[in-house]
């Protein structure tokens, strides 16, 4: 076994944050539509987070923005010209349109890939499946951009296996690792992975859409090449989605033994946990934390994102960190589940509350704003440096946003075609320090 760290890649917050209303089945979405946002505190706080886990001790990566508006979708849709005529005529024929083009989705990067450490796969090389995201319309642009950025910062193919999205078809539906979790004993063993889907290829329901479907988990698991004996395929419940869990980890957790998940999250919770146990066999001792609908609704989970936590191993704690949204603290019942948690003597044995509410009132807590990529000292080597981050590096990207983002955007704001040139100007500042200038 290598030595190897779990890096978060945390999503660098993009200058047009804004509420679009885009997202059918996201209730936070579809609750602050058409709201002002404040792109500038939304990156600012974004970045605090990662410093909290730079301070702990942890490798910090990030993700950067994409390039918006995406003028392709645009032109696609049948508008022509300078880019500030296509702005001006999206905007008067279809203001939906122009939000999907400058929709700073990509943050989530939860969203971005699916990920399976150089352990667990086939050719011992770490693996990384864009997700297609094809669901929403907003959602499916990033797949391109984001298959560059993660070729310029997973470099060689020596260590890493980039693959591109599967095709851009329903039975494919695929959102990357907020599907997907991996269970170890150490991040650098051979752990199990989990792959939650809403529904199979072909099948379709009434209510909330799924947006993962089994075809697509089977797919990335395969061309991952992962031991069929660790790998275990779970259907989320029909009743977590249409109460709004839009991707597993709204409902779900799992870090090194721990799972950590509401007791409605999975289609057969006692099967899941038969499944898992069977799974970790002769790895190690599979430590599952239940949540019950007596202790904590599954209304008040999804309102408070309780499960939408990082779970993480501090280096100087025994047990684990839940590094939970601060929305979970004004929640009466998920509060008093925290105090009892961590007053008990299981494997979560503190709680710390994050201010990412920006982001939350888009439907992303601190787990969909960060990919979790293991990699091995050589892995880390092979990486891209001016993505990892110290303290000082996150300054300097703050002084950026600072002096580049606007701390007011309302949707209406995108028809200002002057707006689009800001964007691109504070993108390019921010890839200079990132150091990844090739992807302006
Ligand atoms: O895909 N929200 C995102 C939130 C993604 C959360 N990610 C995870 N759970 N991992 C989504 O629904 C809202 C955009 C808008 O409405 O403007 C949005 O895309």
Redesign the pocket.
Known sequence: MSLAAEVNFDGLIGPSH??????D??L???T??GDVSNPREAALQGLEKMRLLVRAGLVQGVLPPLPRPNFDLLVSAGFGGSDAQIIEAAAQASPRLL?AAY?A?NM?T??AATVSPSADTGDGRLHLTVAN?ST?L??SLEHPDTTAALISIFTGDEHFAVHPALPMHADFSD????NHVRLCAEHGATGIELFVYGRDAGESAAGFPA?QTRLAAEAVARSHGLDAAHTVFLRQSKRAIDAGA??N??VCVGALETLFFHEAAFEDAPATLEALRRASEGLFAFKPVMVSEADVPLGDAIRSYLF?SQLLQFPDEDRLVLLAPSEVQDTESTRRYCEALTAGNGPIGRVEFVDVRQSMR????P??LRLRVVMTEDELEACRPGVLMDEERIDELQAVIRRTYRDRLSPSDLADPAFADECRMAREELLRVLELEELA
Do not use: P, T
């Not at 959102?175 to 907020?178: I, P, Q, R, S, V």
């Not at 888009?362 to 807590?365: C, Q, S």
């Open positions: 804004n509420y679009g209303g885009l997202s089945g996201n936070a979405s579809a602050n539509a939000k929709s989705s989530w939860a969203n995201l929403m907003h959602r959102e990357g690792a907020a947006r839009f991707h980890d709204v939408n888009n439907g992303g807590g787990a969909c």
